[in-house]
């Protein structure tokens, strides 16, 4: 057995258990709280997520999340740490009011859970702030990224010590996308851990924690 494989049996019910929670966000959560999942996401990019999730959780609190005033979004984006907030406080704004009507959020009754991989290029095509990693990112941590790849650097970082890709790419377009997303999909064969597991697994070797 592989040095991963016994690191994976290490953490297997952790990763399990997490996932779990992420399918509860769309089994049980409300519309904010997917539309929270989707604001973390889009502050994610060159930014912790642990300050990413402090921020959201900060707009929640003070009650500006699900609103239009980027401003005070970007204020406190940037108190938590995470960086480019003005351009981030505007694609949440205008991410509420692409999911919003009368002031009420409905993203349930636009996200098409039938086809998850036409999803996320729906949501990386129209989506102000999302590219391919941040949809499937959302899509996995509300339930539905079982056979997506979240290639963050961390990833692409252990895909190469793995042997997976020979280099890290300094430009995901979305074919190169694709294109490491199948040999990730190949190389969980070989290893036999789910590409979503194999995903925490990763991203908890290089972190130290099984987050989102």
């Known amino acids: 057995m ?9 953490k297997k019910d952790d990763i399990k258990n997490r996932l779990k929670d992420f399918s509860k966000v769309w089994e049980t959560g409300d519309e904010q709280k997917l539309f929270a999942e ?3 996401c889009l502050c994610t990019p060159q930014s912790k997520a642990t ?3 402090l ?12 609103s239009s ?23 949440i704004a205008e991410a509420y009011r ?6 009420q959020l409905k993203i349930r009754g636009k996200l098409n859970i039938e086809d998850i ?20 990112h959302f899509l996995r941590n509300i339930g539905f990224g079982n056979d997506l790849a979240i290639l963050d650097r961390h990833i692409l970082k ?7 890709i020979p280099i890290i790419p300094k430009v995901l377009s979305k074919q190169v996308y694709l294109e490491l997303e199948e040999r990730v999909r190949k190389f969980s064969q070989k290893v036999r851990i789910p590409m979503a597991e194999l995903d925490l697994l990763f991203w908890s070797e290089e972190t130290g924690q099984i987050f989102k």
């Open 2 to 10: 592989s040095e991963l494989q016994l690191l994976y049996l290490s």
């Open 38 to 40: 989707l604001a973390f």
């Open 51 to 53: 300050s990413a999730d």
């Open 55 to 66: 921020a959201i959780r900060r707009l929640i609190d003070a009650n500006v999340l699900c």
């Open 69 to 91: 005033n980027t401003s005070a979004i970007a204020e406190h984006l940037s108190r938590s740490g995470v960086r480019f907030g003005n351009n981030k406080a505007r694609y």
């Open 98 to 103: 692409y999911f919003s009507s009368s002031g």
């Open 117 to 136: 991989v036409g999803l996320r290029n729906w949501l990386a095509e129209n989506i102000i702030g999302i590219g391919m990693k941040e949809a499937s």
């Open 158 to 164: 252990n895909l190469k010590k793995h042997g997976v």
